[in-house]
């Protein structure tokens, strides 16, 4: 009997998380070890249980990728040592994804394996750009052609895509487009050919540039357009079938900070709307297990009058240590609850409890101020937090003479992380505490200028500050409600900005203003 685990070779699609299969999502959700790509979209990665390892054998940090011989050997020794293996491919493992090669690998080796289609950049990227790879009166075929190695531009093959009357579509060839559209029209095919490439496609950060085989070249060059990059020559690229549903956040870029709930749910509402978003969940929540000061106060929780929670993840410790402790919930019913934020509210509404105090700022000085109103003298108060919970709270209790008891139930700590030293440079960036703002530093993270800073609170905006961030904009709301409207309305106003730069007045410097 083999007693090797298994192998799935799984394709996840191009671009976007949400564009994999649902095969392969259930399968990520239940392995052991997780190998893929540098070009898949990391949300992919939170799908995988955490205790999963995380292996990427892509390029990264300036580095080359894993020769194939190498991934073929890790696959092969993470299976001997009885784990469930996904192997993450971006776009169809057989699409040039070299799977083949690895499943000959496995064959070899008597490893089990299974393959899941995944979507292929060859087809999605043009269709989600507007362009059909066939189009009845247009063309019947297309043919996918990989744009990287030597053999492919071969002056015989060439000769033979010239002569192709169905649609060419080139993958991996930016880097030759020049020499391939120069080869193409020295093979015979018609200068006047219509062309596109598309950059960066199926992701909110795609670029589209449109000509001619003669100039698409130099029109690619001008503009700029970076690599991965899908070309396609034929009569199909002079259509635009682009999407007509617009989303508030199209082609708006974000990068999500801190803890992986936080930036899972921020991910996902910022997804609805049209934005892309790359989650950088390096932040890893640490419960406190042996804690006994916690349990002593949970097994005496009749001496308490209040019960403090100042974010989701203190709510849901304190709840999992009433459950494992087997301890009941109808001991709370004499306790108000006083919290800071709408989603502890929900967390506490999640098991049927519901806040006695709220307050409108989602700060720990204005919880403070409030819990200090309402408690009356002689009410003992139990604060449950993280070790890095800030001291005004706990100061202006002290200052009001209350009694409390201020206990740490789990920490924040930087986790490993894939993307440490690189440069964000997407549209927005996205901070809720401070010390994630510390963590997001110290790990070697950089900040390009041309990405807008979004933050939650005057605290989180301080660290900032003492990094040297100047520009900042913080929440009307201290929570994901409010990172979301900021930057619909940063989005807006400079949609309002760009119309009003356009308008002849305004060119001509008239010195008129508009409403």
Request: proline share 2%; net charge neutral.
């Amino acid at each position: 009997m083999n007693k090797f685990g298994k192998v799935y070779i799984v394709g996840a699609g191009c671009g976007s998380y949400d564009l994999i299969t649902l095969r392969g999502k259930k399968l990520i959700e239940q392995c052991s070890v997780i190998v893929y790509d540098s070009l898949i979209d990391t949300a992919l990665l939170d799908y995988a249980p955490d205790n999963a390892e995380k292996i990427c054998v892509g390029k990264r940090a300036g580095r080359h990728s894993e020769a194939q011989e190498k991934i073929n050997n890790l696959l092969i020794e993470k299976a001997r040592e009885g784990n469930t293996v996904v192997r993450l491919k971006g776009g169809d493992p057989f699409v040039f994804g070299r799977g083949g090669e690895e499943i000959s690998a496995l064959q070899k080796n008597n490893i089990e394996y299974a393959v899941v289609p995944g979507i292929s950049s060859a087809i999605a990227v043009p269709e989600l750009a507007g362009i059909p790879v066939t189009h009845r009166g247009s063309s019947r075929s297309f043919h996918v052609i990989t744009g990287h190695t030597a053999d492919d531009m071969l002056p015989e093959n060439m000769s033979a895509y010239a002569s192709l009357d169905g649609t060419l579509v080139f993958l991996m060839g930016l880097k030759n487009l020049k020499q391939i559209a120069k080869i193409l029209i020295e093979k015979g095919k018609d200068e006047s050919t219509p062309a596109a490439v598309i950059s960066n496609g199926a992701t909110a950060a795609q670029r589209v540039v449109t000509g001619e085989l003669k100039d698409i070249a130099e029109i690619t060059k001008e503009q700029n357009l970076t690599a991965p990059a899908v070309i396609v020559i034929g009569e199909v690229a002079k259509f635009d079938f682009s999407q007509t549903i617009k989303m508030p956040l199209e082609n708006i870029t974000v990068v999500a900070t801190g803890t992986k709930r936080f930036v899972n749910e921020l991910l996902s509402r910022l997804n609805n709307l049209g934005a892309g978003v790359k989650n950088l969940d390096y932040l890893n929540v640490i419960e406190y297990c042996d804690n006994p000061s916690f349990d002593n106060a949970l097994m005496n929780l009749t001496d308490y009058s209040w019960i403090v929670l100042t974010s989701i993840n203190g709510a849901e410790i304190f709840f999992s240590r009433l459950n494992k402790l087997k301890i009941d919930v109808r001991k709370l019913a004499k306790i108000k609850f006083a919290v800071i934020g709408s989603g502890t509210s929900r967390a506490l509404e999640n098991h049927g409890i519901f806040a006695d105090l709220v307050p409108e700022s989602y700060t720990s000085e204005a919880l403070g101020n409030k819990l200090s109103e309402k408690a009356s003298e002689g009410e003992r108060i139990l604060i449950l937090r993280a070790r890095q919970g800030s001291k005004e709270l706990t100061e202006i209790l002290d200052r009001k003479n209350m009694s409390f008891d201020d206990i740490k139930t789990y920490d924040v700590q930087s986790a490993a992380s894939n993307f440490i030293g690189e440069e964000i440079n997407t549209d927005f960036i996205a901070f809720a505490s401070s010390s994630g703002v510390n963590a997001f530093f110290e790990s070697g993270y950089r900040i390009s200028a041309k990405t807008k800073i979004i933050c939650i609170g005057s605290v989180t905006a301080n660290a900032l500050r003492r990094r040297g961030i100047k520009n900042i904009r913080i929440c009307e709301t201290s929570n994901i409600e409010g990172i979301v409207d900021t930057i619909i309305r940063e989005v807006q106003n400079e949609e309002i900005q760009t119309i009003k730069s356009k308008r002849p007045d305004a060119q001509a410097g008239s010195g008129n203003t508009y409403n």
